[in-house]
């Protein structure tokens, strides 16, 4: 599975690469601008984004997400280290995993979401995240080639 990395933190988003790419999923970034995050997303049409809510650069998260679903569809996994309603975004991404994250349930989150866009049913959820029906749904039925190559 490819996955688009747009982290800011200068610790996080490597070690997150790191443990991707360990776990064997192919990476594109740690990206810390949204407007490049989403430059890269149109060349490179990821399966999925892991995206920090809180960008710099006047464009954040929640936007990104948007944008890379309405003009890519590429589904979006938000990730918040902050005190994050999942209420207000819901209609914006597939879920939202809570920060700070181990190793193990980032690649445990990820492959969650990945059976969930596959169509399956994951056999646990992590208690750091948290899926949201609605997208799934969308994201599964306009792009299921692309999440089992």
Known sequence: MKLLLVEDDP?????????LE????????????????????GREQPDLAL???????GV???TLA????????????????????????????????RKPVMPATLIDAVGTVG???A???PSAIPPALELFAAPIAAAASSSPE????
């Open 11 to 19: 610790l996080v988003g490597p070690a997150a690469k790191a443990v």
């Open 115 to 117: 059976e969930t866009l």
């Open 119 to 121: 169509g399956l049913r």
């Open 66 to 97: 948007r944008r890379l679903w309405t003009e890519h569809r590429i589904p979006t996994l938000l990730m918040t280290g902050f005190d994050h309603h999942a209420d207000e975004v819901r209609d914006l991404a597939v879920g939202l995993l």
């Open 51 to 57: 995206v920090d809510v809180h960008l710099p650069g």
């Open 146 to 149: 692309r999440l089992r190559a």
């Open 60 to 62: 954040d998260g929640l």
């Open 22 to 41: 360990q776990a064997g999923y192919t990476i594109f970034g740690p990206l810390r601008d949204a407007v490049k995050a989403a430059r890269v997303a």
